[in-house]
Every structure is written in C-alpha cells, then in structure tokens.
C-alpha cells in the first residue's frame, strides 16, 4: 500500500492543521457541521416530505454549510486579531454556542416539517424564532467589538 501523499494532499493536510492550530474550538464546530450537513444529505434523500414546496432538509442543510465557513473564517480572523487569550476564547465559545443553538433550532423545526424562520403560526414556533433572532443578535455582538 502507498502510504506516499502527493504535494496537493500535503498543502491541504497542511491548511487544515493551520485552521485547527489557529482556533481548535471554531474548527470542530466547523467540522461537526460538516458532518451533520452529510447526516442530514442523507436523510433528505429519504424523507418525501415538502415544506413550501422543498424538501424540510435543504434549509439546515444550506445553514451547516455557511456555518461550517463562518466558523472557519472566524477562527482564521480571531487569531489574527491583538486580542488577549481570554478575550479571543470568550468570543470563540459565544459564537460556537449561538451557532450550535442556531443550527440545532432549525433542524427541530425541519425534523417537524415546518418553516424555522418568520413563522408564528403557533406559541412554540414563535418561540423558537425569537430564540433563533436573540443568538443571531448575540453572535453580532460578540463579533463586531
């Protein structure tokens, strides 16, 4: 068996080691989307179930993808910024928590074949979206200073 990598297999073995130096905790939570986003791939793919006229699982899956990004994208920029170490992991856990609660939300309200965002039909979806609003706000200020 060739255990040999190639030079293109060494730069991105090498560029994920950096994300993962840069910001362990944003890295697996990029990551665990990752790997939701394929759970949830396959689940699609067996659920016949439409929600205004789509699939309940494109939504959560389009949200795991651009959460996987963002989460990459701030541990890059986090640690390029002079923050204290307290401060950088102060931010780092606040926006892993609002993106796990985030993703979490809308994947309960796909799982119960209904619209996550600006739906009020009932108590309990208005709930879940003024939730989904308040860590949105959260990550926002957590991020901007």
């Known amino acids: 068996m060739d255990t040999t990598f ?3 297999q060494t730069k991105s073995y090498g560029f994920m080691r950096e994300l993962h130096a840069r910001n362990p905790l944003l890295f697996v939570i990029a990551v665990a989307h990752v790997i939701l986003l394929l ?3 396959g689940i699609a793919s067996f659920d016949g179930r439409e929600v205004m006229g ?6 959560p899956i389009k949200f795991a993808a651009s959460i996987a990004i963002y989460a990459l ?9 002079p923050l204290r170490e307290r401060v950088n992991r102060s931010v780092s856990w606040a ?3 609002t993106l796990v ?3 979490a939300l809308i994947t309960m309200q796909a799982a119960r074949g209904v619209t996550s965002h600006f739906n009020n039909s009932t108590a309990l979806d208005a709930a ?4 989904m609003g308040i860590a949105l706000d959260t990550d926002r200020v957590d991020t901007s200073g």
């Open 95 to 97: 926006v892993a928590g």
């Open 54 to 59: 789509i699939n309940p699982w494109i939504k």
């Open 101 to 103: 609660i985030e993703i």
């Open 6 to 8: 190639n030079r293109s």
């Open 39 to 41: 759970i949830m791939t």
């Open 73 to 81: 994208t701030m541990g890059w920029l986090l640690y390029e910024l």
């Open 128 to 131: 879940i979206f003024s939730v």
